[in-house]
């Protein structure tokens, strides 16, 4: 029996495990939505954005490691997949993007809502085609995806809106075997490495995601070189936990005191499988080592003594195989004073990040004092909420987080112990991917906890796809930070020394749209109050917002605060005062 081009496609996602496929119905997309209907292990899940549908897929394939997909139909709704599909590709997870076409005859003509899709997403995908003719597939189909797997991003495959219903002359299944390659560097590139290892005295290892499936041998590693491990956002999940007693957290804006001095205080630095783009981030001077797949991410951000291309397990099994105890070192045993400190200092950050996190906190004598300059109205303090959340929450929870300040509460309070795993926007930094992000997750596994970390900007920004959590039944749980405000801009501007200008939201009861809506909503004002509301929207069924007004002059102290910035800081507060005051004179 002859199949149609949508048939064919369908049949080959559903047989390559795909398990839904995420967009916004419309014309072009018809007889493929139409195939996924009577596709009995294929699920169309209808969203209200077609962004959300993307950053869905993309989290999907993120937490499988295997193929997410979405469609968008002809002009707009293909356009509005473009930034969740950035996502994707700069998160480097395969996804593939059905999208929508005129009428092949069409075709060039300027036609009612026409967009070049292969123009469109010519910076995105690694791979873009149009279908012009049924006997292109099922091989257009097969290439479109081996690229999007072995390559590990976006292909975008374009369907004319007459061509779905369209039969094919073969019958041929779709074939998609691929094997992914493990590749090594040259041994005697990983013997000089070994033995600039050896000589060093002070190794600090930078490790990111890339690292995370050779965790063990990983950790083997700094036990061996006596290192402290710094930690990218990316590698919190896998590498954090009592079980790891050489982690020091994070560097950068999120990161802490004991992380950046473990990077400056050493000699020699150890890169796997990271590629932090933070230049000022990395000392100068340094010894660097670094192990990455990409030859293209060798030295790009700070320059590099030697590069081992290749798989970050086997390069470090191999490097284990080649260090010898350091000279003068008895018996194979470091000087593990390096480690020590570092492991110190961050012990006494996480205490006193602790305190910080106390819902009793502004009670005592230092809390009043502080409060009294930046918490005048007793807000509720974001630590504690996220504090309060990582207790609560499961220990196999997917964690998904919007850019801007929600991320570094999560970065500073949130542990990926057990089972727990973390998305975000951590590389393309765009607004709004929380709430989609834990959709995708939700819908992958209905049964496990997911909790997205909110901005109040992010959240309005795709507020409609509330809808798609309530009509598809998912059991999300939004912990919103409504602290009023765009918070990292904020903090942006007033460390620049500007005062705090357009960053004011002026949002609704979040609590009560999402009741509106048919969503259990649950607002908290009071510090006394939130343990209790964490833990009944925990144990809520179905999904649930969790509206919580945080204090929007929290300042998040960065690793390495300046005195510039301290003194901008000032400066802005200066500004500010002086703007209100002129603005309730002239009232």
Known sequence: MARTVARVIVDALSELGVRQVFGVVGDALNPLTDAIRTTGNLEWVGCRHEEAAAFAASAQSQLSGTLGVCMGTVGPGSVHLLNGLYDAAKSHTPVLAIAGQVPLAEIGSDYFQEVDNDALFSDVAV??????????????????????????????????????????????????????????????????????????????LLVGRGARAAREDVLTLADRLAAPMVLTLKAKEGFEGDANPFQVGQTGLIGNPAAASALQDADTLLLLGTDFPYRDWYPEGRTVVQVDTEAAHIGRRVPVDIGLVGDTGATVRDLLVHLAAAPG????????????????RFEQWREGQARLADPAHDKGLLGRVRSSLDNRTHDIRPEALAAAVDRLAAEDAVFTSDTGMATVWLSRFVEMRGERRLIGSYNLGSMANAMPQALGAQALDRQRQVVAFCGDGGLSMLLGDLMTLKTQRLPVKLVVFDNRRLGMVKLEQEQAGLPEFGTVLDNPDFAAVATAMGITGIRVTDPADLEDAVRRAFDAPGP???????????????????????????????KEIVRSHGDDSAD
């Not at 374009?158 to 074939?175: C, F, H, I, M, N």
């Not at 691929?178 to 590139?189: F, G, I, K, V, W």
């Not at 919580?548 to 000032?570: H, R, S, Y």
């Open 127 to 204: 791979f873009r085609a149009t279908i012009t003719s049924p006997d292109q597939l099922p091989q257009m189909l097969e290439t479109a995806v081996r690229h999007a797997l072995g390559r590990k991003g976006v292909a975008v495959l374009t369907v004319p809106g007459d061509l779905g219903e369209r039969e094919l002359q073969s019958d041929r299944p779709a074939r998609f075997s691929l094997n992914a390659p493990l590749s090594r560097p040259e041994e005697s590139a990983v013997r000089r490495a070994a033995g600039l290892l050896d000589r060093a005295e002070r190794v600090t």
């Open 329 to 344: 070192e008895e018996d194979g045993v470091r000087d593990r004073s390096h480690l020590e400190k570092a492991r110190k």
């Open 544 to 574: 649930v917002l969790l509206d919580v007004l945080t204090n929007p002059d929290e300042i998040a102290v960065p690793a390495k605060p300046t005195v510039e910035q301290g003194w901008g800081f000032a400066v802005a507060k200066v």
